[in-house]
């Protein structure tokens, strides 16, 4: 812009030197002509056509014209209004008494350039992931930041930050009643071979813990109940004092698991007809399985699932960060944050990966 206006200003004079020697009455000539030519102009654009001045053209017709008397100013035929030159000028004024009259303190701190390059990796190396997700990561590696910090590193480089999802309308009821709770659904998917596969999985909604009971292609009553059974020694072994147990009516839960759960103390609660949100938590980790593991790697067999939920089973409990849960794992807590600037100015920050790099978890170097 700087150089612009200097070559406005340049070219400016030596027009007024070729004005010089000119007489009044040529003057007043090529005035008439410069008047019609602008009146041709504002024919052909129309009267709701807006003229575009760049901002060197602004300042330099502001820093001429303001010197006029009002009067003066609003008998030019100019192509914009003659309050719209004096608000340039006003613009103009306060742009240098802004330059000039700076607050001592600018603000919030500059982002240390390792958080930054950090974000940056987190959303390069997981495209799925949002800002939420990527705030979850960093608290997990002890970086303290902010979630609108994420935001505006993500918006600044251009890339468009996943919204933060809309809370369902049983939250406040789930989460009073979260440590009696369990959920259970099952999950479709197909193999490369076609054969068709049925994992089932059940949750804990307080620790968000993750149980995979099994997958098969014949999800018969006799399989599903010996899954359950199997699942409520293991809840008795871990302590956990489940009353309860969401599902929604799909044919493939026998009655024989509501006999086997009820033995062990634990009511099968049935969700409405086509009201996912009942069974929201189970719902919303079902998504993530997909978006995670199912929809970013070919399954093979069953014997290749099977593998595959195990790892992730084993990722999703001990490494992923959960809103829920203030950013922690169900089976691991939220370290100690770093405030040292020196440490962090020194993150050096590993990557291991699972499945060959579908999956990714991030530590502190040794």
């Known amino acids: 812009m700087l150089f612009r206006l200097a070559y406005l200003a340049v070219t400016n004079t030596f027009a007024a030197l070729r004005l010089l020697p000119m007489g009044d009455r040529d003057k007043d000539v090529e005035i008439l002509a410069l008047r019609h030519q602008i009146t041709v102009l504002e024919r052909q654009l ?8 760049a901002p060197e053209d602004r300042v330099f017709l502001a820093a001429l014209l303001t010197s006029l008397p009002r009067e003066i100013l609003r008998r030019l035929r100019l192509l914009v209004r003659p309050d719209t030159v004096l608000r340039w000028h006003r613009d103009l004024t306060r742009r240098r008494h802004a330059r000039t009259c700076r607050p001592k303190r600018p603000g919030r701190p500059p982002m240390v350039r390792p958080i930054r390059v950090l974000v940056l990796r987190l959303v390069r190396e997981n495209p799925s992931w949002g800002y939420r997700r990527v ?5 997990m590696l002890g970086v303290t930041v902010a979630p609108s910090t994420v935001w505006e590193i993500l918006k600044q480089e251009g890339i468009d930050p996943s919204p933060e999802r809309a809370s369902v309308t049983w939250a406040d009821f789930l989460r009073s009643q979260a ?6 659904d099952f999950i479709e998917t197909v193999t490369l071979t076609g054969q068709r596969q049925y994992i089932l999985a059940v949750i804990e909604h307080a620790s968000r813990r993750i149980h995979v009971l099994g997958t098969t292609a014949h999800p018969t009553a006799a399989w599903v109940g010996q899954a359950f059974r199997n699942l409520v020694m293991d809840l008795q072994d871990m302590g956990c004092r489940a009353r309860f147990l ?15 759960l009820a033995d062990a103390g634990i009511r099968t609660v049935l969700t409405g007809i086509r009201i996912p949100r009942m069974n929201a938590v189970m719902e919303r980790w079902v998504q993530s399985c997909r978006r995670e593991l199912l929809d970013r790697c070919l399954v093979w067999n ?6 595959a939920l195990r790892e992730y089973e084993r990722f999703y409990n001990r490494h992923r960060a959960h809103q829920a849960l203030d950013q922690a794992a169900p089976l691991r807590a939220v370290p100690v944050p770093i405030t040292d600037p020196t440490r962090i100015a020194e993150l050096n920050i590993r990557r291991r990966d699972r499945l060959g790099g579908v999956l990714h978890e991030y530590s502190h170097a040794a």
């Open 135 to 139: 705030h979850g990561e960093l608290a």
């Open 246 to 260: 969401i599902r929604d009516r799909d044919g493939k839960f026998p009655a024989l698991m509501d006999e086997i």
């Open 46 to 53: 129309g009267a709701d056509a807006r003229v575009r001045f």
């Open 302 to 307: 069953e014997r290749q699932l099977r593998h």
């Open 179 to 184: 440590d009696a709770l369990l959920a259970c």
